[in-house]
């Protein structure tokens, strides 16, 4: 693989969480249409995701959680007991028609991925980054977890090294937890400060081998690029990864409902470019992020950057008619701003200061995790 591999999926369109959930949206079909009015979507360099199968997945996820997601999506109903036991139907992980489906495709993207890159290479999937999924639970919105599963994919090959990247503004516990103590998989994620699920302090580094920076409200593209500098670079520097997985979760941007930091899309961008030399392997998620077109542009963007392409400054007519074909039922959403329809890249912001708490707050996470890494 000498140029990078775009996977996605027709199951997102139409698809729904229902109702008034965050996910009523549309994401990644709107993603895949962008990237396809601008262009951008080489056929020979696209792959339709397949669908895991149970054996597949209870390489991380229990028989009985997924035979009740598969009977729950069968029925459109599901029982107390199992309501209590795996959280189906509970706490935002609501029935919808495709819920064992639809997350079921992210985690056989998440496996064409790796195997897409066993020998090197690069692959966008934006349909994947479930972060949160539990071997036998619902939490967060994810009702599996692809990351973990393209990751022991990774493993299963053989790597030794593999760097996880979170930039969601809520903590990839799942993936955290997934390999608490295994100094094969490195988790580093940068995160909102108290936003739910509440895990991701300072201290925790899951037996050694995770470095957490949790950021203030309002952090914003300065702070950022002192965090990717002074920890994100010098700690993957140090760890040596044979491959890297940079989930892209677009609600760290400032205009999602769901966060209050205060991002451009560039900085996923300027992620993705100062992570892409560091390992021979590299496969790029979506996640998190509940603005449909602050999603849309951004995963679309990453996309161009990986594949060499210039970022208009202005929109075609045929990429501006994908984005105003969105409706959204927020308060936003009902006279959207602008640039929302014609721009793919968010304007550079003005100036502003890195706190110095955060500088502090980079120095002594790295210093931890690059003397745990050796």
Not at 331 to 342: C, D, E, I, L, Q
Request: glycine share 10%; charged share 20%.
């Amino acid at each position: 693989m000498t140029r990078p591999v775009l996977i996605g999926s027709e199951i997102y369109r139409g698809s729904s969480y229902g109702g008034k959930h965050p996910l009523a949206i549309p994401r990644v079909s709107t993603t895949l249409d962008l990237i396809a009015a601008l262009g951008w979507k080489d056929p020979a360099r696209y792959r339709d995701s397949p669908q895991a199968t149970p054996e597949q997945l209870a390489r991380f996820h229990t028989p009985d959680y997924i035979a009740a997601l598969q009977e729950a999506e069968r029925t459109q109903s599901v029982p107390e007991h199992i309501r209590a036991r795996h959280r189906i139907g509970a706490d935002g992980n609501p029935i919808y028609r495709e819920m064992f489906r639809r997350p079921a495709t992210g985690a056989g993207a998440a496996l064409l991925a790796a195997e897409l890159t066993r020998h090197g290479g690069v692959v966008h999937a934006p349909g994947v980054g479930t972060h949160h999924g539990r071997p036998d639970r619902a939490s967060g919105f994810c009702y599996l977890n692809d990351c973990v599963l393209g990751i022991l994919a990774w493993l299963d090959q053989g790597l030794t090294r593999i760097l996880y990247v979170d930039l969601d503004a809520h903590h990839g516990d799942g993936v955290e937890d997934a390999f608490h103590g295994d100094p094969r998989v490195f988790t580093l994620s940068v995160h909102e400060a108290g936003r739910w699920p509440g895990t991701g302090r300072e201290h925790d580094t899951a037996g050694g081998h995770a470095a957490n920076l949790p950021v203030p409200e309002g952090f914003h593209d300065a702070e950022f690029d002192a965090l990717l500098h002074e920890a994100i670079l010098p700690i993957a520097e140090a760890f040596r990864p044979q491959a890297i997985m940079l989930q892209c979760g677009a609600d760290a941007v400032e205009e999602d409902p769901l966060s209050r930091l205060a991002l451009t899309n560039a900085a996923h961008r300027a992620a993705l470019r100062a992570l892409l030399p560091l390992a021979p392997r590299l496969v790029v998620t979506g996640g998190g992020g509940y603005n449909p077109w602050a999603v849309a542009r951004c995963w679309a963007g990453l996309w161009g950057a990986l594949d060499g392409h210039d970022l208009p400054d202005r929109l075609p007519l045929e990429a501006e008619e994908v984005l105003r074909g969105i409706t959204w039922h927020r308060a936003a959403g009902r006279n959207p701003p602008w640039h929302w329809f014609a721009t793919l890249a968010d304007a550079p912001p003005p100036p502003r200061p890195v706190r110095p708490a955060l500088r502090a707050l980079a120095r002594r996470v790295a210093a931890r995790a690059i003397a745990v890494i050796g």
